[in-house]
């Protein structure tokens, strides 16, 4: 059954993309369920014809309590939106070749299988394979996720030859549990493990014109390429070529990439060390796109085959950012389009590049998600930024023009916007940060607000609410709610060759740079920026200093928890699912820990570098109160907790259960009514601690008693003073 | 249907007690089917009217690969032995009051129940609860197993009235899966959990003489007084007794006497702060008996009511000892019975009570499992030695002679004993450690051999073959195969007063005692002792200085991983499922490791501590080749394993699975394939490090290349050089 919904209006067609939404009388505040039912944008097609396009969001369903997957259907011309399909999962959307359908792998109810949507949504099977593997944060998962309940998958990945004859497509086979005794790393790797591995095999499968399956290759469980990578699938002189992983006896990791002939189906190794990047974005000389340098401007470079490089120019953006949109070469190579990611003012934009001079498409708005024809004459994008929430928008290449189609989420349409300023802050040691500020709602000048920072690594950018930067930390609503709201992003590595240096040093784990002056220029110096910015808006009487928290979840909780045992600003903060830093994680990332603390916490050498940043061995330091929020119980977080506790600091932590005894929340909660809970948390913690309110209607009124006999008990108040780089 | 199988013919009959089995022409060697297969005795009840007796022994059963539970019954008079029921569990035998019926808690394939056992061998229902809870080492879990596949349970224990009319029993229910949010201290004790914890609760009910069933009470998870001790049920004065357990909103425990007039069936506190001690032995004057003092003779001690003490006397043995025979009293009151453990030479035998001297009832052999007839006049034991497979003796108390009855393990008894020397050893520290030495079969003065050290704990006793103290090391096959073999115990505690104070601070965790001595006179006290017991053996031209090994589980893998990194003296060792001492595990174990580390190991005046002793923090300092045998991943352990690694050591770890992917191996391994692989493996591992043997068709043939690498890149040899005991 096929609901159809009007999603957007003609009325809401052609407005300006530089502007946030025009408010109109109509307009409205955030409400709870806004942040909770911001659409997460995963995968969109434009039709053949450019006269429609498919495009699938995920959305927190209260009723079900589970995020669900929506396929839309889009007409380019009228922006009249129709539901297709609501299921677990959609993903990988794309047009089948030569014809006018669509194809995508969806979980109906039969784990993940490889579908074909017709022109007019009707759904039908292509490949479907009832034994699945699971990926998922559940007991026997082959793989872990990252932010989706535990998800069979019969078909992992798939990709169909330009002519769209042939069809080349991965299944999994989950392997029954083998009751074999295990061994050295086996046994090692399940040190830290919360829940017993599955294993599988992956098969990689070649349907020919005629219907056929001819099975290529059965894959086993290490191959993380074909697992993970999704293969690189290329079609070319009539072969397919895709990438798999080898594993030699000593563990060590090979790329290869595997050619096909369609003629005769039988596998050869065409490159036995392929090497792949991130990303790969193909120019349109045959090479691969790159962004060189560093500083706010970056050289646009082609690498050619024979290793020559083409330079395009200087440009104040990078191509390659995971989070801008992918490349795109029309069907006779002279054209190609790649996502780029500005370095000021962080949004995504679009660069083509032809013999000309490259030109961007895309203004003050992002374009993160894109689709184009074959011949990238016409395009769609997902438009969207702080402010605006996303639309679909048309593009035509040639004029370099954007049209507003439709709204993706027409319920956040009708939300007045809050003002929401970009900003750079320069703090004490030269260090640029990127980041907004959300003022409150009616901000009155000459008072002073309290302030939240909000900081997940470099995702303050101008996309809408979206929950890789605030989490679930509902940003907009504490806006709403009084407080003034900082989005900053820690100081850019690519600000300048030191900074890169220092970066380089912590992410190849080597000991180019010395531990302390690891710790210093990187978690320090988040702390520095977080104190210099608020500290700005204290001194131009904004800021109350004594009502002042910070947020921050995974690279933003190192940030927020070496903030809360170093500075004197923060009164209360709250930190997500990380532990990073802590002393118990040392056996599962030696190689990075070696590079911050210069060895383990056992070694009498390495132990001062570890007392003067490890946050767990400083709770003593701590005087503001820290919320843990946790998708598991990790050992790290749990010594941080204890010891903050045995400092009488006051300190809670909350674990969020998965759907079952035998699953967890994932890193990025996807359980609605966790969501909930974790933003009810949120607000609840940052009245309590640093506005001295309690919410009887609260579903946390009921640890209010707790913390009363926590505050009571605290050995002192945070004084608003800064921190000093430790001895 | 009921097997009848003669267990043993009248030829048995008669055998001295006091002397090892005696040799026949038809005895044979010790095989590794032999280790496997040695019964282990559970429980059992002598007939009402001295007839007959019913045991419960467990069995590993290679069919199946599950340690299967059997009832016997043997007539007391010829020794006709017949196997009742098989079943997967079979606990708690005994008499029904006023019947000749017995009852036991069996798990027939609908979880643990009570059932009655007719004297014909007929078993029926007597309470079914299909609500079961389960006890394993598995997901879900409601409480942790010790040695048995995940046992779902519906009848968690029962007291029957003295007069038989009434039946107290307690009934579990698992909850189902609640996914609320946890909280602090719910959420630090998953820090290092495995699986899943389940919760249940626990249903307490009276069952009066009409079959009609009162519930007198349901209990929380955490009332482990009710969930683990059994509730210490009594029956007086028209009403029955028994331990509930408190636990207030800051977690302290507080166990509570309950009593319920049978008249009323109305609980009532009758008692709300009881105190108890490990194991409760009834006087003949109302009190309860005790050992007391230190050294080699203890005082007999019955402590009444009105807290006065009555004296029996001084003894070699002590009793209270969890592996003894329990209490006793006659139905009269007059005569006590209570099992002992002698000092020297350990082993166990009866003290009967009465207003004279007491009298000891047992020999050189051990007397371990008893049960009496009401007025304690007759009675039956299991009585065994290190040489002499268990059996059935009866017991004429009056008299106080004992009569082998039947054999308890037939096919034990046609092997040839092995020369089983009882010792004392002496060490340089004037610490007296107990054992034995197993000569090697055929032994050859003059001649050299291999040797290996067994330890765990104080196990070494004249027990048969027993698995709590050799685990999976096959003493008897590795004598059969020409190792010397030392089963040496720690030094006790109690032989003086400053080594118990010692092992006081420890075990109550106090600081009466500075870490460093504390290490010292435990766990390098140990090592001394195993290093000088070795040396005598050297010194008296027995044992080969260079091929020494080392073997131990759980505390004896405390005394193994100690002694490897502080001893050059063991080229190979064995430690199995244990990782106390390690770091990792401070924060399960703040308490104990702050008496035995003084402090954290980051806590820098707590780290030299660490350093001296802390075997993960020794792998340098190590020259052997280590085994770990695990049943779980613990980090502790796989800390060591990599510590040795990293160091160039010879080192393996080696997981033994559990039943299925959602289920773990249990400390005392119940998994019979897991069990012969785990000795087999021992086997070629000290065959292998020692020796230099290799065998083609071990199962771990394939591991002798990984191990030749280890040989070959190991830095160092051991060199037979004893311990110093560390700055």
Known sequence: MIRTILLTGSAMLGIALALPSVATERQRAWTLDDQLTVPEIRTLAIAADGKGAAYVVRIADRTSDKTVAVLRHVDLASGKTREWLRAAWIEDLRRIPGTADWSARIDKGEG????????????????????TAIYGDSEGATYLAYGHAPLPTGVRSYSWSPDGQWLWYVVLDAEPYDRRMRYDADVASERAQRRSPGRATASIFLRGPNGKDRLLSTRPHGDISTFFDRSFVSWRNGEVNYDVMEVDADGRQQTMTMAVPLATGVPRVADDKATRGYWRLAGPRGGRLTSEGIGSMRDLVETLPD???????????????????????????????????????????????????????????????????????????????????????????????????????????????????????????????????????GYTK???????????????????ANQENQWEYPAQLLAER??????????ASTQNADLKAIYDTWVNETKDRPPREVQDRI????????????????????????????????RGSQSVN????????????????????????????????????????????????????????????????????????????VDL??????????????????????????????????????????????????????DSDSPFADRYAEWDKMRGAAPRRCDGSKSVVPD
Chains 1, 2 share one sequence.
């Open 112 to 131: 993940v299988q490889l579908y074909r949507i017709a022109a007019n949504g009707a759904v039908t099977p292509i490949v479907v394979h009832p034994e």
């Open 307 to 441: 290793g020559s490089k083409q330079h395009y120019g200087r440009f104040p953006f990078a191509v390659g950012d995971g989070r801008a949109s992918g490349g795109f070469v029309s069907a006779d190579g002279k054209r190609a389009i790649a996502g780029f990611r500005t370095i000021e003012n962080p949004r995504f934009g679009l660069v083509v590049i032809e013999k000309a001079k490259p030109r961007v498409i895309g203004g003050a708005s992002s374009l993160n998600h894109c689709d184009f024809t074959a011949a990238l004459d016409r395009g769609i994008c997902i438009a969207q930024s702080q402010t605006m929430a996303p639309a679909v928008v048309s593009i035509d290449v040639a004029s370099g023009t954007m049209r507003r189609i439709a709204s993706v989420a027409p319920a956040h349409d009708g939300i007045a916007p809050l003002r929401t300023e970009p900003r750079t802050w320069v703090n004490r040691n030269d260090s640029k940060a990127t980041g907004y500020i959300v003022w409150p709602r």
């Open 446 to 464: 000459g008072k002073r607000y309290p302030a939240i920072v909000i900081t997940h690594g470099t995702d303050a950018d101008e996309r809408f």
């Open 482 to 491: 009084g407080y003034v709201v900082l989005l900053i992003n820690v100081p």
């Open 523 to 554: 978690w320090l110096n988040d702390t520095a920026s977080f104190e210099d910015a608020v500290s700005e808006l204290i001194d131009a009487g904004v800021v109350d200093p004594m009502r002042v928290g910070i947020a921050g979840f995974s």
């Open 562 to 637: 070496v903030a809360m045992t170093q500075s004197q600003m923060f009164g209360a903060a709250s930190s997500g699912d990380g532990g990073y830093l802590e002393p118990a994680f040392y056996p599962s990332l030696t190689g990075s820990y070696d590079t911050v603390y210069g060895g383990p916490p056992t070694d009498p050498a390495a132990l001062p570098n570890y007392l003067r940043m490890a946050p767990s061995l400083r709770g003593k330091e701590a005087c503001g109160a820290m919320l843990l929020q946790m998708a598991n119980p990790y050992p790290a977080s």
């Open 641 to 694: 907790y204890a010891a903050l506790r045995a400092a009488k600091v006051a300190a809670q932590i909350s674990l969020y259960p998965g759907e079952d005894m035998a699953s967890d929340e994932t890193h990025i909660f996807h359980i609605p009514s966790n969501r909930l809970k974790a933003m009810q948390e949120n607000i609840a913690w940052f009245d309590y601690w640093l506005l001295g309110k309690r």
